[in-house]
């Protein structure tokens, strides 16, 4: 299975909860199982819980994009969509899942999902000529703990409210020098027809990554793959 749990809220948490506590942003769980994990925790009593070893949700999205997120940049602002209206499975099998969200407004977002994959796949679509923006949250847990360059960026960070670490980052192909807003940094793409990006995370108290250097190094192999040039003969 994926190696993380990800998550985004729907339009009716959105209206349950309001613009200052739910966001279109990406969730992450972590997991120290290969199978899925997200309906059991969904039983537990409290998926807060270092406890339950097999997974754990210590990451905090609040109303950022957390784990790639999107937004129109704007004005010299990143304007982020609200929740998710609705969303439509492609494909379901035993290495590939694919499905789409729709936001207001018509933008949609393509997800692929691969077996064994730190990272997901994210195309967008906006319906008007917008600069598309990915987002990632950047709260270091020490100095040192995050990085960056030319269409990408990582973190290492504490969990929230649990003695662990998460692992964050998005790689953008062909996009910009990361740029600092608050605790986000967001990445621009070069299209106003949408753009494709990569997003990735971890958990200290997983199978894989223990450590930073564990970490970034993970996301330093898959962006060579990215730029790695295929030929099929």
């Not at 966001?23 to 290969?34: L, M, P, Q, Y």
């Not at 407004?105 to 994210?122: M, W």
């Not at 960026?153 to 998460?166: I, K, L, M, S, T």
Request: neutral net charge; hydrophobic residues 35%.
């Amino acid at each position: 299975a994926f190696r993380t749990g990800d998550r985004e809220a729907a339009s009716a948490l959105w209206k349950q909860d309001g613009p200052t506590k739910t966001g279109s942003g990406v969730d992450v769980w972590g997991k120290n199982d290969r199978l899925p994990v997200v309906n059991r925790m969904f039983k537990e009593k409290n998926y807060h819980s270092a406890d339950l070893g097999y997974g754990i949700d210590c990451y905090k999205v609040g109303i950022g994009p957390g784990c790639g997120g999107i937004a129109a940049f704007k004005d010299g602002e990143y304007i982020q969509p609200t929740c998710y209206t609705k969303w439509s499975l492609g494909e379901n099998g035993p290495i590939r899942s694919t499905f789409r969200l729709t936001y207001a407004g018509d933008i949609t977002r393509d997800f692929t999902i691969d077996l064994g994959s730190d990272f997901f796949k994210v195309s967008n679509n906006w319906p008007a000529a917008v600069l598309p923006a990915a987002g990632c949250t950047s709260r270091p847990a020490a100095t040192g703990d995050a990085a960056e360059g030319s269409g990408w960026c990582a973190a290492w960070e504490n969990g929230d409210g649990v003695p662990c670490f998460n692992g964050v980052a998005i790689v953008v192909p062909g996009g910009s020098e990361p740029i600092t807003r608050g605790e986000t940094k967001w990445i621009t793409g070069t299209s106003s027809a949408g753009m494709t990006f990569w997003a990735g995370s971890c958990w200290s108290g997983g199978k894989d990554y223990r450590s930073a250097k564990d970490w970034f190094a993970a996301v330093e192999r898959f962006r060579a793959r990215l730029e790695a040039s295929v030929t099929v003969e």
